[in-house]
């Protein structure tokens, strides 16, 4: 099959898949089955912007309109156009038009896989297309489908720009970035780790020139450049270079109390509840007006909190979150799974974050949740078995010191993410490594084919 056949058939066999997710799940159960749990503060963002121009939200109940801090503007805005055309905050339209740029994805990551090895670009951009994890989260109203793209565009461009360095390579990367950061900040670190890792690569496979130290420039360039309205928002009404005033909420109440569970059980909303009191007990009240400075004193008591309780626990409340984070089923996701009546997972009690994810696999209140649950992780650990197989097989390939190198960017990548998202877990936090796993998985199958068609020669042979 050629390759523009080859395009083709991922492209409309991801769209057949989401599409019919995407339809089933909306007239079987409405709307409702298109939110997940800040859907309804995203939208109500995006018509906040129609009407007055400015990432704004509303506080109080006055309904006064102060800055969005805590989300940067790029999810908003794509929310906002949809919602300009159609005149209603109704989700389907943009749900749709995610399930089509998680099918470019796709084809991007067939495109990033025949970077590696030609063979891989059927199987990996199929993987890609009837991955459950793209196409479930890619059905709900949140910024992960939209920053998956990026992504992925972010991997083909710096796989291209490590074959064959040069500024068309760098100009993309450099836009893929900056969209990717406007979309997530999480991202901007990565953005840093970036521009030093590929000019490595490259004087490992003795190819550097100083040229490439403009390109990385580009990339520094643009990526900054993209969120210059925010900084200068940020500068001028906050003091601040901080991108989001997010981090704060997320440490205190969330990173802190896991770590908190991990060491001794604390169940996670007595544990946010806790976290909480400390810091009105360290600071007085919530009531600060900058909310970057309100960020910075809930980060410095997480961070005491979490030193407190000691580097070991900290250490294995992320082992924990990473291995959920990689193992969970993305089904749980699917509102049709999710909203089925049971304890969820951070309400589940245990002795120990061990004993809870115990108890929640195979003492679940809900009988059929239960078994879907089983059988979707009995499916998630061969997949990952799978994909073991095939980044051994790429890290180990001594014919290519490319392919070794750009497996073991794959590896950091993979770190990255999980260290970034620690103990927080859940299966949509692990969609940034699905186009890795996706090309990981395809590696063997292609050894294991072309064993198949080996042996069928023989035989007609004999």
């Not at 089933?24 to 309804?40: K, N």
């Not at 906040?48 to 939200?57: A, E, M, T």
């Not at 399930?99 to 896989?113: E, K, N």
Request: charged content about 10%.
């Amino acid at each position: 099959m050629s390759q523009i056949k080859s395009l083709w058939v991922i492209l409309i066999a991801a769209i057949i898949v989401r599409l019919t997710y995407v339809l089933t799940v909306y007239f079987s159960m409405g709307s409702e089955g298109l939110f997940a749990e800040d859907s309804f503060l995203y939208l109500e963002l995006a018509n906040n912007f129609i009407r007055h121009g400015d990432l704004l939200k509303e506080v109080g109940a006055s309904g006064a309109l102060l800055p969005e801090t805590e989300r940067m503007p790029l999810y908003i805005i794509w929310l906002a156009i949809h919602q300009f055309i159609t005149g209603d905050q109704l989700p389907l339209f943009p749900i749709l038009t995610q399930g089509l740029l998680d099918s470019l994805a796709c084809v991007l990551i067939a495109m990033t896989a025949k970077q590696i090895n030609t063979r891989l670009f059927l199987p990996a951009g199929l993987l890609a297309a009837f991955n459950p994890s793209q196409v479930i989260i890619g059905g709900l109203i949140l910024t992960d489908s939209l920053f998956f793209f990026f992504v992925c565009l972010m991997f083909y461009a710096s796989i291209r720009w490590l074959y064959q360095p040069n500024y068309r390579w760098a100009l993309l990367l450099g836009l893929s970035l900056a969209l990717g950061i406007s979309t997530r900040a999480m991202l901007l670190p990565g953005m840093l780790a970036i521009i030093v890792l590929l000019p490595t690569a490259t004087i490992i496979l003795r190819r550097f020139k100083l040229s490439q130290l403009g390109h990385m420039a580009i990339i520094l360039s643009l990526s900054i450049a993209l969120q210059a309205p925010i900084l200068a928002r940020n500068m001028i009404l906050y003091n601040s270079v901080q991108l989001t005033s997010q981090t704060g909420t997320h440490l205190l109440l969330w990173v802190a109390p896991l770590v908190l569970e991990a060491a001794d059980g604390t169940p996670h909303a007595e544990g946010a509840k806790l976290m909480d009191s400390k810091f009105k007990d360290h600071t007085g009240t919530y009531d600060h007006q900058n909310p970057y400075e309100r960020s910075n004193l809930m980060s410095s008591t997480a961070w005491s909190s979490i030193s407190e309780i000691g580097i070991a626990q900290a250490t294995k409340s992320w082992l924990i979150g990473g291995a959920i984070n990689i193992f969970s089923p993305a089904v749980l996701l699917s509102p049709p799974v999710r909203n089925l009546p049971r304890t969820g997972f951070f309400d589940t009690k245990g002795e120990s974050k061990i004993g809870k994810v115990f108890t929640f696999l195979f003492h679940n209140d809900h009988p059929t949740y239960a078994n879907i649950l089983m059988i979707t992780l009995i499916l998630v650990i061969l997949a990952r078995i799978l994909q073991l197989i095939g980044v051994s097989q790429g890290v180990c390939n001594r014919n290519s010191r490319e392919t070794q190198i750009i497996h073991i960017l794959f590896i950091l990548w993979i770190l990255y993410i999980l260290i970034i998202h620690g103990p927080v877990a859940s299966p949509k936090y692990r969609l940034p490594i699905e186009p890795i796993f996706s090309i990981w998985a395809a590696l063997p199958l292609i050894s294991i084919l072309g064993r198949i068609k080996s042996l069928a020669l023989k035989r007609l042979i004999q």
